[in-house]
């Protein structure tokens, strides 16, 4: 099923996070964009879970760089924005601030568009 959104600012800190990634974890991600695309939606979309990948971060980096991540692990479900591939990714718990019909996505290529398509895979 297809969605549609509106790209909005200054609701994700994953541009801020993963310049303090460290190389070793950076690796799993090289093909994506450096940063986090939010889209708001008016509809959220239906997840298939059996398609969740998950990534749990190990604890010394909550001890040492990440001091004040409010969170510890992440849920990727492949999706495309604009025909873009990437993930939505999920934040546990959940980003704090953040409304629950903005959506935030990694993808392997900057969008530019202010409206969007988004396909959850």
């Known amino acids: 099923m297809k969605y549609k959104g509106e790209v909005v600012n200054n609701h994700g800190q994953a541009t801020n996070y993963w310049n303090m990634f460290p190389l070793k974890y950076k690796r799993l991600f090289r093909e994506m964009y450096p940063g986090s695309l939010n889209v ?44 873009v591939p990437g993930f939505l990714i999920i934040l546990h718990p959940s980003s704090v601030g953040r409304p629950p019909n903005i959506l935030e996505f990694i993808l392997t290529a900057e969008v530019m568009e202010k409206e969007v398509e988004i396909e959850i895979l």
């Open 40 to 83: 708001q939606v008016i509809i959220p979309p239906i997840l298939d879970l059996s398609k969740k990948m998950t990534l749990e971060y190990p604890k010394e980096l909550f001890k040492t760089v990440w001091k004040k991540a409010p969170w510890r692990r992440i849920e990727y479900y492949p999706a495309t924005v604009n025909d």
